[in-house]
């Protein structure tokens, strides 16, 4: 007999799956695309396996069991995820050998055999899995000196009196270097940079000599320095320095002491990427031989113009942090994203990379690893997943994965699976078709459920009480992201990054191109083109000078700085036939120093020739007039009569058809047409859920969408006899069943009668129950109430709630269901559906039938209740053994939430015309 597994109630076996999985293996396999509609349509249905969400598995110590890891592995199967990304962090709990618990120390001969057992495990269910290059982020540990860490330029500011021929050096410690030294009028909160004088530094006991002088002066001390910056979540054994990102020595070293040994885990099956976190190397702008480098690349000596990085102001200053900036970001392409990428392919995997942050890599830094991802939902502002969808459209990567429900409804244990939509849904309208969820904790057996977390994230795992229905949730997420891979995207908008002028910006421990960007690319101006009925995407000069410029209208701005080359690339492009939009500012400057007044001459002499081609070339001077300019420049692609600012979509181009996902975004119902800008004659709605085909309106066609609801809408030539649309009346209530039914709760053995729906908080017995609850009803229908009747059980509609300000991280979705918070519906003993999301309702003609049925509907709550009616753990003595490496987020201060069926709950008929 199978051995079953409790958890929460919902019971799933401990040693196979409901959902087997045909086509993953760990090599790396090219994604399902597909040009023409009529294979597409053949998959939608049941997509291909290498759409599946994966899971960032936290292994935490990590102190995981080789028979654990192949339970999770099976439980992640049956939820319907297609592999994970392996991620050791933080411990949760020290060594105690009464217990046999220990923490495996990172890359010792027993982790790394783990690692070898979960790839192996893998491999045999034909599960996809992603090795992380290193323990927690970014990329460093115990095996980066002081020499190879993260490294900053830092200033020392020394007030010296009048009359005073000497000053105290600065401390220069281990891994320190001084670079230079500059004295002038002034003090240390208050100097002008161009009177400064570059000093030779003659240190003797500690001291330097300067020559006198009767004014009060300021020497200003440039230090190569060291940021100090620790990994972040490192487990144990992988604490240390945060590496030097650009530096080839410290890569290097760090592929040959952490990589190798993780890839040699794998043995003969490597796996299928090696995944690189967001850059956030905190405070760093600097390394070793940046001087040199910057001689070579920019064409001149650095060194005098350093105090203008700390405190220059004016057009030169800008111009020197421009070239500055730049030549990190060339550092950073060239000394990190290329070596490890190629290492990947040498080693027969891949690399995939969230490509933003601290140091300042581009957009087109994404062209250099083999698979781009991004992080946030933000669609309509400036986003970090744009930029990694954007680098794909134009260097042609057909998938963009995007690390998923970071932060989504804190705290732990938050979420629902209409949180997890909503948040799918924004990602899929910025362009992402592949998951990575964040995420899923490995749990110890026999800890005290709902099981372990990460200290700021949602959980995905089977010790949620809701696990029953995240195989239709997987499902959906799988469907969407297979189909929005098919043909090519179709944005028509290009936004030129004005990475010039955000390197121009930079300043001394905050360099990052994609912070900066928010201020260029505003929420503003997004909005103004999506709400005008267009999607966008991201250029930048390197892609224009790369692949050119596919899009028919390109944005510029708020935008001054611009080389000559860009420009007149942008004057062959409107020669052409290509629209481009300038937005507050035209371009006029050099943006680098070198011969910058000659330079600038060609730049105002390019805008000049951009402006007199005429009518194809606009200027608009905020960003609230963007909108109309678009509208001038060309037709919208979907026009949407109303709350244009709730509804997005996403189009593909196919060689036969064009598919349109769809989503309402907000909290309420939108009811509204819209129009596609399409010349194909035939009209069909795709199911997301279910895979369903159904005939549309003519365009303008109605456009009827619930909380959250999306819908996949496919134009193709020819008609579609083969489908029709049911015609259905007005829905009448067959039967209320909002009152007697029989609630077993599956964890407390405990049942009762309820007459009236409330909620489990409203008792003592369940009111901190987390799991399963079976309600069980009754049902007599008639003969003739089946006949020509669609009959749908309703659940109601949800509640829209306000944002909890106190709750500042992350985003959920703004309505509280009639379920609390999802359930698997059954019908005289076999599977009806799930409900999750709206409209809460589901189809149960299939199974009914005359006479007696017998209703069931297994309801899971949010492990919240549970977590509120205990104390929070106590990390005194694991802080105290290896300091203290997080901090939970709002988990103060819990209340347990309302559960169960709240709503009315009816049975609904639906006469078919």
Not at 95 to 100: A, E, M, R, V, Y
Not at 797 to 821: F, H
Request: glycine share 8%; charged share 20%; hydrophobic share 40%.
């Amino acid at each position: 007999m199978m051995k079953m597994r409790s958890v929460y109630g919902f019971v799933v076996p401990a040693l196979a799956v409901a959902f087997v999985l045909v086509s993953w293996s760990a090599r790396a396999q090219a994604p399902t695309i597909s040009q023409k509609i009529a294979d597409v349509s053949s998959q939608f249905t049941t997509p291909p396996d290498d759409a599946r969400v994966l899971m960032r598995w936290w292994w935490f110590g990590p102190a995981v069991t080789k028979p654990e890891l192949e339970r999770e592995i099976l439980a992640m199967k049956a939820g319907g995820f297609g592999g994970f990304e392996i991620q050791p962090v933080y411990p949760l709990e020290p060594d105690d050998s009464q217990k046999n618990f220990r923490n495996l120390p990172y890359l010792s001969n027993e982790f790394l055999d783990v690692v070898h057992f979960a790839a192996q495990k893998a491999h045999e269910n034909r599960m996809r899995v992603d090795m992380t290059l290193a323990s927690g982020w970014p990329y460093g540990g115990p095996h980066v000196p002081v020499s190879e860490a993260a490294s900053r330029l830092r200033m020392v500011a020394i007030d010296v009196p009048s009359g005073a021929m000497a000053f105290a050096l600065p401390n220069i410690g281990n891994g320190e270097a001084m670079l230079a030294a500059f004295v002038g009028d002034g003090s240390a909160k208050t100097y002008d940079t161009a009177s400064l004088k570059q000093i030779d530094v003659h240190a003797v006991s500690g001291r330097a000599e300067i020559p006198s002088s009767q004014q009060r002066r300021v020497v200003l001390c440039f230090v190569a320095s060291r940021t100090g910056q620790q990994v972040k979540r490192a487990a144990v054994n992988a604490e240390g320095f945060v590496l030097d990102h650009l530096s080839s020595t410290a890569v290097q070293n760090h592929l040959r002491i952490v990589a190798e040994p993780l890839l040699k885990a794998f043995g003969d099956t490597p796996p299928y990427s090696v995944f690189s976190d967001s850059l956030e190397v905190y405070n760093t702008d600097w390394t070793d031989d940046f001087l040199m480098e910057f001689q070579k690349r920019r064409g001149y000596d650095l060194t005098p113009h350093l105090p203008q990085l700390f405190g220059g102001d004016g057009v030169e200053a800008g111009a020197v942090r421009h070239d500055w900036g730049l030549t990190m970001t060339e550092l950073v392409n060239e000394r990190y994203l290329t070596p490890i990428n190629d290492w990947a392919i040498a080693h027969h995997t891949q690399f995939r990379s969230q490509t933003y942050g601290d140091p300042p890599v581009s957009l087109s830094s994404n062209r250099l690893v083999g698979l781009p991802e991004g992080e946030g939902p933000q669609w309509r502002s400036f986003s970090f997943t744009r930029l990694a969808t954007s680098a794909s459209h134009l260097y042609g990567r057909p998938v963009t994965s995007a690390e998923t429900w970071t932060w989504l409804h804190s705290p732990a244990f938050r979420a629902t699976p209409l949180d997890m939509k909503a948040e799918a849904d924004r990602m899929f309208l910025e362009g992402v078709n592949q998951f990575v969820g964040h995420g899923w904790p490995y749990t110890p057996p026999g800890t005290p459920e709902p099981g372990w977390a990460f200290y700021a994230a949602a959980v995905f795992n089977d010790h949620n009480p809701w696990w029953g229905v995240m195989p239709d949730v997987s499902k959906y997420m799988q469907r969407m992201s297979y189909l929005l891979r098919q043909g090519k995207p179709a944005n028509d908008i290009a936004v030129l990054l004005p990475n010039d002028d955000a390197y121009a910006e930079f300043k001394p421990g905050h360099a990052s191109l994609s912070a900066e960007m928010k201020q260029y690319v505003t929420p503003a101006l997004t909005e103004q083109i999506l709400d005008a009925g267009f999607n966008l995407d991201y250029v930048d000069s390197e892609s224009i000078d790369r692949v050119g410029l596919p899009y028919p209208v390109l944005v510029l701005p708020h935008m001054s700085r611009l080389s000559p080359e860009t420009l007149k690339k942008i004057v062959e492009y409107a020669k052409k036939g290509g629209k481009v939009i300038v937005v507050g500012s035209k371009p006029s400057e050099a943006p680098g120093f070198l011969h910058a007044e000659q330079v600038s001459v060609e730049v105002k002499a390019s805008t000049e020739s951009l402006f007199a081609l005429g009518a194809g070339v606009q200027f608009v001077a905020e960003d609230a007039q963007v909108g109309e300019a678009v509208q001038r420049a060309l037709k919208p692609d979907v026009h949407v009569a109303s709350d244009v600012a709730n509804v997005g979509f996403v189009h593909r181009r196919l060689e036969d058809a064009d598919v349109y996902f769809v989503a309402n975004t907000s909290n309420h119902a939108v009811h509204t047409t819209a129009s596609f800008r399409t010349k194909r004659v035939s009209a069909v709605w795709w199911d997301p859920f279910t895979g369903a085909m159904s005939n549309a309106s003519a365009s303008p066609l109605a456009l009827d969408l619930a909380p959250y609801e999306s819908r996949v809408l496919v134009f193709r030539d020819g008609p579609q006899s083969a489908l029709s649309k049911a015609k259905v009346g007005t829905k009448t209530q067959v039967a209320d069943l909002s009152h007697g039914w029989q609630v077993r709760f599956v964890g407390l053995e405990q049942t009762e009668s309820m007459e009236t729906l409330h909620s489990w908080t409203d008792t003592d017995v369940t009111r901190y129950y987390s799991g399963e609850a079976v309600y069980s009803k009754d049902l007599q229908l008639e003969e003739k109430q089946l006949r020509g009747t669609n009959l749908i059980l309703d659940f109601g509609e949800g509640t829209p709630v306000e944002a909890d300000p106190k709750i500042a991280s992350g985003m959920r979705a703004l309505l509280e269901s009639p379920i609390r918070e999802a359930a698997v519906v059954i019908v005289n003993g076999k599977r009806a559906g799930s409900v999750w999301h709206p409209p809460y309702a589901l189809d149960i003609t299939p199974l009914l039938h005359a006479g007696k049925n017998i209703i069931e509907v297994h309801v899971g709550n949010t492990a919240i209740n549970t977590l509120a009616g205990r104390k929070l753990p106590d990390y005194r003595l694991l802080n105290a053994r290896y300091g203290e490496r997080f901090v939970p987020q709002n988990m103060d201060h819990l209340q347990p939430l309302p559960s169960g069926m709240l709503g009315q709950v009816r049975l609904m008929g639906e006469k078919i015309k």
